[in-house]
């Protein structure tokens, strides 16, 4: 606002001779200049407002009020009040569900992030020759499809003709058949996840790292402080913002898990990597109870702006301590 | 790391008297470190030279005892397969349309919006920012079942209209444009203003060239997310024809389990070569505003 008082007092007399100002020839009142931008702002804001309110907003609205109903897509939907959220939490198949989910978050969140960190750290360095190069190489698990990538992975850890398999046995690790063990599944797919992702939250944390100013590991070198304390000392608790970003990010990304999933094991064995995201897809367009598919939704919602909510306070506030 | 150098020393003749020293001692870490990153970057791409020879090898070496990276013998038959299997030219077309169509419309929308959030004084801005941004939060699967009911209710399934219209315009892409035009120097745009040119012509001629490379960015990354998007086009797409290359190459997968490997990789090849070849285009400035725009 401030810019925009200084400037309107310059504007005025230069746009009384201006070919294209029309309407402000005789000095243009505040309110009507107010009036009429708000006017330009509605009119550029419009096209996108449309799109998000009928398929972002009223999505919500109507997701929220079918999850209380029995809707099938067919006929007329019955009003069942809690019955769905009833069923979300005595539902066996539901609470093995969560249990997969956030089993899956606790293995992608932290070593996605632990290896984005590490490796921004490392391709940072002025000292490593070819950044450039390594930093494209780095960055093309991401653009590549989780479809494509989770084909390629369970192709090199197939237990006949798998290369990383045979390669593994090589050294001694027989890992037999990881996407049909009940405890391995889950692990490997949430892998293959971290290598999809960590590129990105790895540009993030560069740009992090280039924002600390150097004089800062200047002074603290000449105190005698080691690489080690320097990173816990001033890299660590400069971050702290990047890092809530990334993690917020990262947690979003575990909790919605879906392709790698649904290509990789189909949410088996026994139903091992079963997740949330996997049951709102069953549910909702395999056996059309979209009033239940609905209400699940609603609670991964909440889950996550709570989880998004409680990380952003506790890495704020560690930011402002230091 | 800093192995006991006399401080004084240091300060007093740094350039000559450091120099020789430090370099011996810089070796032996810098090629730790390069060695490290080297396997990283290797381990990194496996999997994208596993789709690359794999695509090019027989079936019976596909499936041979011990695995090898590159096939002995090259052959396009399962190039040939992925057409005869899947009415893949089709598919390719789809995926062109619709993530080419949801850039085209993601990307004006985001950027008219970005520019009033950006760049034009009107009350209410604030909220309207957080609100949009507030939109990030939502998972996509929240709405997905409605979604599909109001696409469906439109009359618009399998149909391009129905593919494109709920990505249209995303809190993302307004987001990660509002960033950038706030960035560009406030006087451009007055000085066209006091010149009298209206906010269309403003943001014609003097924010969208001026954020070019911020555009390409976000065009990159729309069309790559929605190129690869698997869930939507699976669960919006009843007809086979209507596809996409990603969800298309899922369904070749036969009922009894068995992985037509050769097939799947030559159709994930090609698949991937589109997005690999603009990436590499625009890598550079990609990678620079994520990295300076993500955070802001």
């Known amino acids: ?322 | 790391m800093s192995v006991a150098t006399p401080a004084p020393v240091r300060t007093a003749v740094r350039p000559p008297a450091a120099a020789p020293r430090r370099r011996a001692r810089v070796r032996v870490s810098t090629v730790v470190m390069t060695v490290g990153v080297a396997i990283a970057t290797l381990v990194a791409l496996l999997p994208l030279f596993i789709v690359l020879f794999t695509a090019f090898k027989p079936t019976a070496e596909v499936n041979a005892f011990p695995p090898t990276l590159l096939p002995d013998a090259w052959t396009t038959a399962n190039f040939e397969r992925i057409f005869s299997d899947l009415p893949f030219a089709r598919l390719i077309g789809n995926s062109f349309l619709f993530a080419g169509g949801v850039t085209l419309f993601a990307v004006t929308f985001d950027a008219l919006a970005a520019y009033a959030l950006a760049r034009i004084d009107f009350r209410g801005r604030k909220l309207m920012l957080v609100a949009i941004v507030a939109t990030l939060m939502i998972p996509f699967q929240a709405t997905l079942v409605p979604v599909y009911q109001i696409v469906s209710d439109l009359g618009w399934v399998n149909s391009f209209a129905g593919l494109i219209a709920p990505r249209a315009a995303d809190a993302f892409g307004i987001f990660f444009l509002r960033q950038f035009f706030v960035a560009l120097p406030r006087d451009l745009d007055n000085a066209a203003r006091i010149d009298g040119a209206s906010e269309l012509r403003v943001f014609w001629q003097i924010i969208l060239p001026n954020a070019r490379p911020a555009i390409l960015t976000l065009a990159i990354f729309i069309f790559v997310n929605n190129w690869n998007d698997l869930l939507w086009p699976l669960v919006f797409t009843t007809e086979r024809d209507m596809g996409t290359i990603t969800s298309g190459l899922t369904q070749l997968t036969g009922p009894g389990g068995i992985v037509p490997y050769g097939v799947m990789m030559a159709g994930s090849l090609v698949a991937v070569v589109p997005l690999v070849l603009a990436f590499m285009l625009v890598q550079r400035k990609f990678i620079e505003s994520i990295a300076t725009t993500g955070l802001k």
């Not at chain 1, 490796?119 to 093309?140: C, I, Q």
């Not at chain 1, 800062?216 to 000449?222: C, D, R």
């Open chain 1, 1 to 322: 606002m401030t810019t925009a008082h200084v400037d309107r007092p310059r504007k005025r007399p230069y746009r009384a001779p201006a070919p294209l100002g029309g309407r402000g020839s005789s000095g243009v009142q505040r309110t009507r200049t107010g009036s009429r931008r708000s006017r330009s702002a509605l009119a550029f804001l419009a096209p996108a407002l449309i799109v998000l309110a009928i398929f972002v907003v009223w999505p919500m609205v109507s997701a929220l009020q079918m999850s209380f109903t029995d809707a099938s897509g067919f006929g007329q939907a019955e009003w069942v009040g809690l019955d769905n959220y009833t069923r979300i939490f005595t539902d066996p198949d539901i609470r093995d569900a969560v249990v997969n989910t956030v089993v899956y978050a606790v293995l992608f969140t932290p070593t996605a992030v632990v290896v984005a960190l590490a490796l921004a750290l490392l391709l940072t360095s002025d000292r490593l020759p070819l950044r450039g190069l390594f930093r494209t190489a780095l960055f093309l698990p991401f653009i590549i499809s989780l479809a494509v990538a989770a084909l390629a992975w369970s192709y090199l850890i197939d237990p006949q003709v798998g290369l990383l398999h045979y390669w593994l046995r090589g050294v001694g690790i027989d890992l037999g058949n990881v996407l049909q063990d009940p405890t391995l599944a889950m692990p490997a797919v949430a892998l293959v996840a971290v290598w999809k992702n960590f590129g990105f939250y790895m540009v993030i944390f560069m740009a992090g790292l280039q924002e600390i100013p150097g004089s800062l590991y200047e002074a603290a070198k000449m105190d005698g402080a080691n690489a080690w304390t320097r990173f816990w000392r001033i890299t660590l608790p400069m971050l702290s913002s990047t890092t809530a970003f990334v993690l917020i990010f990262a947690t979003i990304a575990a909790l919605q898990a879906f392709d790698q999933i649904y290509v990789m094991t189909g949410g088996g064995p026994y139903g091992n990597t079963q997740t949330v995201v996997m049951e709102i897809y069953e549910s909702g367009f395999r056996k059309l109870d979209l009033g239940f598919a609905s209400a699940l939704s609603y609670v991964l919602l909440l889950a996550t702006l709570v989880l998004s909510i409680v990380q952003f306070v506790f890495f704020g506030r560690r930011e402002e301590e230091s």
